[in-house]
């Protein structure tokens, strides 16, 4: 099971990361769990990047989930070059690398969309609560226009993790359905289409919810 998490900074990424790397592991999975490189990158410099860093950055953290132990049965990337790439276009203008950001995003069987419902944190690397709302637009836009899955996932502490393993589950079933199932989800993608391109995280909450009732 390969799965990728997204989304705008201080989202919790790198804590959901962490705890379904560890779930996982309770379970008796090999789990290759890649580290965030921006924020590695950050630390180590202790600035953000510029345009022309950019690109190297993406081409790390494609290296760092693949570059995985024989025997692995997991991988969980905290982060992926789409988020590079979604930022290179917001702060830069530069979208060139939407092209091989968007093709390694189709390795993965499966990609979470973190919920914009925890307070923002203040560090070096991020920008202010101000362009939390624009990058999960772009990241759910690029998503969408390649035909790639993924799941908004919102909750606090543990109840974020359990409501993120409803949603692999989800997502796992479709990977090989069966007729009786395509039929299901195309039906319920026609209901919920207007919801996933909705800002609003009240309304999403209801929405992811009312799903896994």
């Known amino acids: 099971m390969k799965i990728a998490l997204l989304g705008a900074e201080s989202t919790g990424k790198t804590w959901l990361s962490q705890a379904l790397a560890a779930h996982y592991q309770t379970q008796g999975g090999h789990v290759h769990a890649a580290p965030e490189v921006l924020r590695l990158w950050c630390d180590a410099h202790q600035r953000t990047p510029q345009a022309h860093e ?8 494609a290296t760092a989930i693949m570059a995985s132990p ?17 930022y290179s ?15 390694h995003q189709s390795w993965y069987d499966l990609t979470l969309v973190t919920g914009l419902d925890l307070p923002w944190v203040a560090d070096v690397q991020r920008d202010g609560p101000h362009v939390r709302e624009p990058v999960t637009r772009a990241v759910r836009a690029a998503l969408d226009q390649a035909g790639l899955p993924y799941r908004v996932v919102y909750g606090r502490g543990e109840q974020r993790l359990h ?12 990977i090989h359905p069966t007729r009786g199932e395509q039929q299901k989800a ?22 992811f919810s009312a799903l896994i009732a």
């Open 89 to 103: 276009d917001l702060l830069f203008g530069d979208t060139s690398l939407y092209a091989m950001a968007l093709a």
């Open 70 to 86: 024989p025997g692995t049965t997991h991988w969980v990337a905290d982060t992926s070059p789409l988020m590079t790439a979604v």
């Open 163 to 174: 409501n993120a393993l409803i949603a692999i589950e989800s997502i796992a079933k479709n």
């Open 54 to 61: 950019q690109a190297a950055i993406a081409h790390d953290q």
């Open 186 to 207: 195309l039906e319920n993608g026609r209901r919920a289409w207007r919801c996933e391109h909705c800002s609003d995280p009240d309304c999403e909450r209801r929405l």
